[in-house]
């Protein structure tokens, strides 16, 4: 059975396992570098945690970072179970964040 996280302790003592995390659902626009002069949609997402913990759905350099639209808009603002893999530091081929993810999502599903 999977592990539940709900803190960043929790993620920290789940890194590289498979996880069931639990939180709010956030849309956000892809984190970019330096200023950026005009709106970015959204189509993104993090997962806050309980203790405030943003945790990234998916790498960056994922094209599976950029959420669907659906998803967006069906879960925006609402506590949700998500399945996957737990990451301290989002993995990356490149240049990403510093910053904890979820990848190989394979459900999202509504908590409420």
């Known amino acids: 059975m999977d592990q539940v ?3 960043k ?3 920290i003592r789940c890194d590289g396992q498979a996880v069931v995390a ?3 659902y956030e849309a956000i626009p892809q984190p970019m570098k330096g200023q ?3 709106q970015l949609p959204k189509d993104h997402a993090v997962l806050r945690l309980d203790d405030g913990t943003e945790v990234y759905l998916e790498a960056l350099d994922s094209r599976k970072s950029r959420r669907r639209q659906r998803e967006l808009e069906q879960f925006n603002g609402r506590r949700v179970y998500v ?3 737990a990451h301290q530091q989002m993995p990356a081929r490149g240049e990403s964040l510093i910053a904890p993810c979820l990848s190989d999502i394979s459900e999202i599903r509504a908590a409420d």
Do not use: A, Y
């Open 5 to 7: 996280v709900t803190t």
């Open 9 to 11: 302790e929790d993620l």
């Open 22 to 24: 639990v939180g709010n």
């Open 36 to 38: 950026v002069k005009k």
């Open 83 to 85: 399945s996957g893999t």
